[in-house]
């Protein structure tokens, strides 16, 4: 069957489906409109190959505004929801699309962090550690951009200078990982690690797609180097703390589920897993609500500005699971010098 053909039968399914929906559903009068959704659609540059899939998308989107309006965050608190750039998505699709880190196997084993005298909030952003938030796109590259975060924020504290480093190299030329298909921050670390350096984004420019490997900028054009990474002892906020109040740190995280699809301001407690990491972000300072006095973790994210507050999360510290809020203590990594 011809390409074009096969995308008609697919739009009429879509569309099918759509109605299907539309019609069992309990509600009548929500508000949420086509002109709601077309407005969305005009905002975040979207647009669909025919009407199927833009009723279906409608449909997704519709669901996806009811469960914001109707979540309601724990007691005490402030946790907010926000239609973002992945209203149109099902949570399932988001997961597949957007995550992507692979669990660690780092070389050397986990250490305790050297006890120094730690702050009661620090936040890397506004000692000049902290880059601007990226976007990964529709690529499972995560795991290059906590690396990376993690890299420009060390190579800051020991130069001075902060200078936006490249994931494309990582992406294309970490052959331990699968590029877009997902990958691991300790490897991208040992990639680092073993050819001296890692490229400006300037020289070696963000794509969204893997690319053959630009050899010579690999092996020569470097703007930051590492000598290798650490590992905090896994399941103790208190050593990553100690770990944090020096450097930015990378962290494994299970990003699953609608709330952190669509997380918008406040610390958030979950719910998410613990269990399956799928996410990488970096871990850039630490802090408490003055009014609630709620502990939270800073954490820089891949998802662009519209995702979140400005591109970051706040999770909750100090949790009684060991693994903390979403896992982040299962995995966390730091490169060094």
Sequence with gaps: MASGAVLLVVCTLLALQAMAADANSNVTDDGVTMQVFEEWMAKFGKAYPCHGEKEHRFAVFRENVHFIRSYKPEVSYDTALR???????????????????????????????????????????????????????????????????AIEGLAQIRTGQLTPLSEQELVDCDTDSNGCGGGHTDRAFDLVVAKRGITAESEYRYEGFQGKCRVDDLLFNHAARIRGYGAVPPNDERQLMTAVARQPVTAYIDASGPAFQFYGSGVFPGPCGTAESNHAVTLVGYCQVDATGKKYWVAKNSWGKTWGQQGYILLEKDVANPHGTCGLAVSPLYPTV
């Design 83 to 149: 239609i973002n750039q992945f209203a149109d998505l099902t949570n399932e699709e988001f997961v597949a699309t957007y995550t992507g880190a692979k669990p660690p196997h780092p070389k050397q084993a986990a250490r305790s962090v050297d006890p120094i005298w730690m702050p009661s909030c620090i936040d890397w952003r506004f000692r000049g550690a902290v880059t601007g938030v990226k976007d990964q796109g529709a690529c499972k590259s995560c795991w290059a951009f906590a690396a990376v975060a």
